[in-house]
C-alpha cells in the first residue's frame, strides 16, 4: 500500500481524509501500484490537493500483440500503395487499432485490409494512461463534494487541486511543490 500523508489543521479532519483516502484506494484498487499519496487541506481557503506518485510500470500495446501481417502486395489501382491483410489475434485493443489504420475492408470479424503503412512496433494502447485516469478518479473520490474548480498537473506525478473559488497564484505554487516534491522520490 502507498505511503499515506494528510495534512490539515483539523485533527479530527486530519484522521477522517486519511480514513477516506485509504478507502478510495482499496475501492480502485490502486494502493499497491502508487508509491505515495499526499493530501494537503485548507478547508478555510478552501483547497483541497491531492498529490500521487506511482511506480514506473507501463506496458506499451503494440501492433505485433494484437495482429498477425498475413499478406502485403501493391494496390493495383495505385502501385505506390501496398494493401496488407492482418489477422486480429487479440480483440482487446481492436477499438484503438481502428483508430490508428485506414481500413479498407474487414472480410470478417477477425481480418483487416488496410492501405496503412504497417509498422509492427507501432503503439496501439498505453496502460499507462488507463491508469492515469484511475488515478484521476481516486482523487475525485477523495475532495469534498462542492469543490468544482478543478485543475490536474501531470508529469511523473499527478497532482490535482479542487476549490470553489477560482485559483490564486500561491495555490498554484503549493501544487507545483507538491509535484516537484513527489517526483524528486524516483
Same mark, same amino acid.
Given at each position: 500500500?502507498? =505511503? !499515506?500523508?494528510? +495534512?490539515?489543521?483539523? $485533527?479530527?479532519?486530519?484522521?477522517?481524509?486519511?480514513?477516506?483516502?485509504?478507502?478510495?484506494?482499496?475501492?480502485?484498487? *490502486?494502493? /499497491?501500484?502508487? !508509491? $505515495?499519496?499526499?493530501? *494537503?487541506?485548507?478547508?478555510? $481557503?478552501?483547497?483541497?490537493?491531492?498529490?500521487?506518485?506511482?511506480? &514506473?510500470?507501463? =506496458?506499451?500495446?503494440?501492433?505485433?500483440?494484437?495482429?498477425?501481417? $498475413?499478406?502485403?502486395?501493391?494496390? %493495383? /489501382?495505385?502501385?505506390?500503395?501496398?494493401?496488407?491483410?492482418? =489477422?486480429?489475434?487479440?480483440?482487446?485493443?481492436?477499438? +484503438?487499432?481502428?483508430?490508428? *489504420?485506414?481500413?479498407?475492408?474487414?472480410?470478417?470479424?477477425?481480418?483487416?485490409? &488496410?492501405?496503412?503503412?504497417?509498422?509492427?512496433?507501432? @503503439?496501439?494502447?498505453?496502460?499507462?494512461?488507463?491508469?492515469?485516469?484511475?488515478?484521476?478518479?481516486?482523487?475525485?473520490?477523495?475532495?469534498?463534494?462542492?469543490?468544482?474548480?478543478?485543475?490536474?498537473?501531470?508529469?511523473?506525478?499527478?497532482?490535482?487541486?479542487?476549490?470553489? &473559488?477560482?485559483?490564486? %497564484?500561491?495555490?498554484?505554487?503549493?501544487?507545483?511543490?507538491?509535484?516537484? %516534491?513527489?517526483? +524528486?522520490? @524516483?
Amino acid at each position: 500500500m502507498a =505511503k !499515506i500523508y494528510v +495534512e490539515c489543521q483539523d $485533527e479530527a479532519g486530519q484522521k477522517i481524509y486519511d480514513k477516506i483516502v485509504q478507502t478510495a484506494l482499496e475501492d480502485l484498487v *490502486i494502493g /499497491k501500484s502508487l !508509491i $505515495e499519496v499526499k493530501m *494537503i487541506c485548507m478547508e478555510e $481557503e478552501p483547497l483541497f490537493i491531492i498529490g500521487a506518485l506511482p511506480k &514506473t510500470t507501463s =506496458k506499451l500495446i503494440k501492433l505485433r500483440d494484437i495482429v498477425s501481417l $498475413e499478406e502485403s502486395k501493391p494496390d %493495383e /489501382k495505385d502501385p505506390n500503395k501496398t494493401i496488407s491483410l492482418l =489477422k486480429i489475434t487479440d480483440e482487446t485493443y481492436a477499438h +484503438e487499432l481502428f483508430d490508428k *489504420i485506414n481500413i479498407i475492408d474487414q472480410p470478417s470479424r477477425f481480418e483487416l485490409l &488496410t492501405d496503412s503503412d504497417i509498422d509492427l512496433d507501432m @503503439v496501439i494502447h498505453d496502460a499507462k494512461d488507463d491508469f492515469k485516469l484511475k488515478i484521476l478518479d481516486f482523487m475525485n473520490r477523495v475532495f469534498p463534494e462542492g469543490m468544482r474548480v478543478r485543475k490536474a498537473y501531470h508529469g511523473k506525478s499527478l497532482v490535482m487541486m479542487a476549490s470553489e &473559488t477560482p485559483y490564486k %497564484e500561491e495555490w498554484v505554487k503549493i501544487a507545483m511543490d507538491l509535484k516537484k %516534491e513527489l517526483e +524528486e522520490k @524516483v
